[in-house]
């Protein structure tokens, strides 16, 4: 009886690590060549067998075997849609990084655990640097440009942040309302609610590394290439963007605070761009 226990046990430990042995030469692969997603016009995500269908089944298997929630549901139109607008937040803010972005797609496939795919602050300073640009004030203007266009992303991304968030809650009290249910459903719906707010919170955190990430390359800009009215008109983009993160943590709704009209009606006597005012009481 001994021995049949311990040969179970050696052989259930060798079961164990089979993920572990199939993802071995893949993950020597893309060690090698890189992994980093495919993109196509406006630095989209484009098809890929690679990135579509081969990495997220070894991620799946990968997760399964550190033993975190799968889900086998279909995705719903809004959960399809948070991943893709997602994406432009979480790779590297800049795309020739491939060192990043092969984190950040291992990462995003669950063949890597979140914690191991976090893209190093410095990185996009580095690349930012080995860029050739005619005048040094160009890279002051690439970090505004990208902090703006990353602040124009986070809001519509939020609203259909929670949208899922609705269903989710919709989801579990059907869940809980049923008599009985399967096994598989009760697994599925869970692992899908754990799989949401991960991916939330994992874009939580990749905004506020795209924060950090600016901010350091304007602290070595301005100390490498000084330019006064440039370090300030970066510094604003980025804290415009901080703003509306900030905005996007607390549940994405802009409170009027002194329930003030959402635009100032036009007075028939005073007129005038950009200078519009209440109109005038009686």
């Known amino acids: ?3 049949m226990t311990g040969f179970g046990r050696a052989d259930a430990g060798r079961a164990a690590c089979r993920p572990a042995a199939h993802l071995a030469p893949l993950l020597v692969v893309l060690a090698l060549t890189g992994c980093s997603r ?24 990968a997760a399964r075997y550190r033993e975190e929630p799968v889900s086998t549901f279909n ?17 590297p803010p ?3 990084d491939w060192i990043g ?5 291992l990462t995003r496939t669950r063949i890597l655990p979140e914690e191991q795919g ?14 050739k640009f005619r005048s040094s004030n160009a890279r002051y203007d690439r970090i505004a440009a990208d902090a703006r266009g990353d602040a124009k992303l986070v809001m519509p991304f939020c609203e259909v942040a929670r949208r899922v968030e609705q269903a989710d809650e919709e989801r579990l009290r059907a869940l809980n ?29 990749a905004l506020r590394f795209r924060i950090k990430a600016y901010q350091t390359a304007v602290d070595q800009l301005e100390i490498e290439t000084p330019s006064g009215n440039r370090v300030w008109d970066t510094n604003t983009a980025i804290k415009d963007m901080e ?24 007075s028939r006597i005073l007129t005038g761009w950009s200078r519009e005012q209440p109109p005038l009481q009686k």
């Open 1 to 3: 009886m001994g021995a």
């Open 38 to 61: 495919p993109t196509g016009d406006f630095d989209r995500a484009a098809p890929s067998v690679m990135h579509d269908t081969v990495l997220p089944a070894a991620g799946d298997l």
């Open 75 to 91: 995705l719903t139109d809004d959960e399809k849609l948070l991943r893709d607008l997602g994406w432009g937040l979480i790779r």
């Open 94 to 96: 800049w795309t020739k």
């Open 101 to 105: 972005g092969t984190l950040v797609e």
């Open 118 to 131: 976090r893209v190093p602050v410095v990185l996009y300073s580095i690349f930012l640097n080995s860029e």
């Open 177 to 205: 309302a049923r008599p009985l249910v399967t096994e598989e459903a009760f697994a599925g719906a869970n692992a899908r609610v754990w799989e949401n707010r991960t991916y939330l919170r994992w874009v939580s955190q």
């Open 243 to 266: 703003k509306m993160v900030r905005l996007a943590e607390e549940d994405c709704v802009a409170e009027n605070r002194y329930r003030t009209p959402d635009e100032v009606l036009k």
